[in-house]
């Protein structure tokens, strides 16, 4: 369904100043700003709601003549390139000079940086402009992808490539638990595209950042990368399920927190329960991967997913945390991370414990399955046992 005339003219009132911008990369980003509105509203799909209003407005406003419609219609065009009727759209006279630089940039260098966690990896891309006299600094593009939820949370364009790197550089040399790489272009690309897509059929969008006001432009810029041609690279993922299970219970690290006892059955089956949990978990992030066991991932796991998906009965709630703490000191000796990282993540697991006990005890974060299991269990019913839940809800259904 087109957009209302009004909003086409609205358009057309906010960018009134385009004309008198200095080069090609303001116009660009005040255009990108413009579309952000659009990408920001959409219920779903948004990167093709921004497609379908840009061929919409430069249908709507082919007949306008003005040196500010001539020039953002230029602009729009060079965003979203493969929009309805972009290719069509012609350099005019009324436009400032500027407009011939208009996306016409090539990428000088591509980058990746994150934690040694693998929680966030930023990726980072400077561009130049052909002409720098007309179309403006050489800039840097940043996308940062949350790996813990999947998505891409944030894109943002700085109008300074040398300053954006030089601070990201100082950063990672500042901070232990962080890294930096110069980064395969084609995987670059492949990796933002992947999570942003993700990003654009959200219902509701991170509320902190760029993600909506730079997306056009960043997506434009990103497009200029070579297609992924190199394999994905070789991230320590160690074994899974059973396997690993069986490796850590013959861990150092599970020794010296005296797991498994063997000499009691109870402690044997709550540590095999225990260890399931973490794995169970890791399956539900993106990635699967058990040992990316950061102080995020932690968090999610002791504050959040158990309570809502597991019913531990007292001897699995003693166990768990030593469990954790176990795990944390295996999982990071396994990717190979610094006892520095170790560290950070065994203190931040030691603060979430008591918080851990606390909600344990009130059960304030059971979902209503895990709830219902639990109050089976502490009536002495078998959740396994058909014929006694279904002896049980006879004698409660008035409840």
């Known amino acids: 369904m087109p957009a209302p005339r009004p909003v086409y003219e609205a358009v057309l009132h906010a960018a009134r100043d385009v004309t008198k911008l200095g080069c090609a990369l303001d116009a660009e980003m ?3 700003a413009l579309l952000g509105s659009i990408y920001s509203v959409a219920a779903e799909r948004r990167a093709e709601a921004v497609r379908d209003f840009v061929g919409r407005f430069l249908t709507a406003t082919e007949r306008q003549h003005t040196p500010e419609a001539v020039t953002i219609r230029e ?12 290719a069509g759209v012609g350099h005019d006279g009324r436009a400032p000079s500027w407009v011939t630089e208009l996306g016409r940039v090539r990428p000088t260098g591509c980058y990746a940086y994150g934690d040694v966690y693998g929680d966030q990896t930023s990726y980072l891309v400077t561009f130049a402009y052909e002409d720098s006299a007309g179309g403006g600094p050489e800039h840097a593009v940043v996308a940062i992808v949350d790996h813990n939820i999947g998505i891409a949370k944030d894109v943002f364009v700085s109008s300074s490539a040398e300053s954006m790197l ?23 690309r492949d990796e933002v595209g992947r999570h942003l897509e993700i990003t ?6 991170p509320a902190d950042g760029s993600l909506a006001t730079d997306h ?8 200029l990368l070579p297609v992924v041609s190199t394999p994905p690279l070789d991230e320590p993922t160690g074994r899974t399920g059973a396997d690993l299970a069986r490796d850590f219970a013959d861990s150092p690290e599970a020794a010296a927190e005296g797991l498994p006892d063997t ?11 225990c260890v399931s949990l973490i794995l169970d978990h890791a399956e539900t992030l993106p990635g699967a991967d058990p040992l990316r066991w950061s102080p995020a991932v932690a968090g999610l796991f002791l504050l959040d997913w158990v309570h809502r998906r597991a019913v531990l009965d007292i001897d699995d709630a003693a166990m768990l945390p030593m469990v954790v703490r176990a795990w944390t000191a295996y999982s990071g000796r396994k990717r190979g991370l610094s006892e520095t990282a170790v560290t950070g993540t065994r203190s931040v697991v030691e603060e979430l414990i008591p918080e ?11 979902s209503p399955a895990t709830a219902a299991v639990a109050q089976l269990i502490s009536e002495g019913v078998d959740p396994n046992d058909m014929t006694a839940i279904e002896a049980w809800l006879d004698a409660n259904r008035d409840e």
């Open 30 to 32: 005040l255009g990108t």
């Open 75 to 86: 602009v729009f065009a060079a965003l979203v390139p493969d929009a309805d009727g972009a």
């Open 200 to 205: 654009d059929d959200l219902g509701d969008l």
């Open 166 to 188: 030089s601070q990201v550089r100082a950063l990672c040399d500042a901070d232990e638990l962080m890294w930096f790489r110069t980064e395969d272009p084609g995987r670059l």
């Open 216 to 223: 056009a432009l960043a997506t434009a810029r990103f497009a």
């Open 263 to 273: 000499a009691r059955e109870a402690d044997r089956a709550s540590f095999a329960f």
């Open 356 to 366: 851990f006990v606390r909600l344990y005890r009130t059960g304030e974060r059971r």
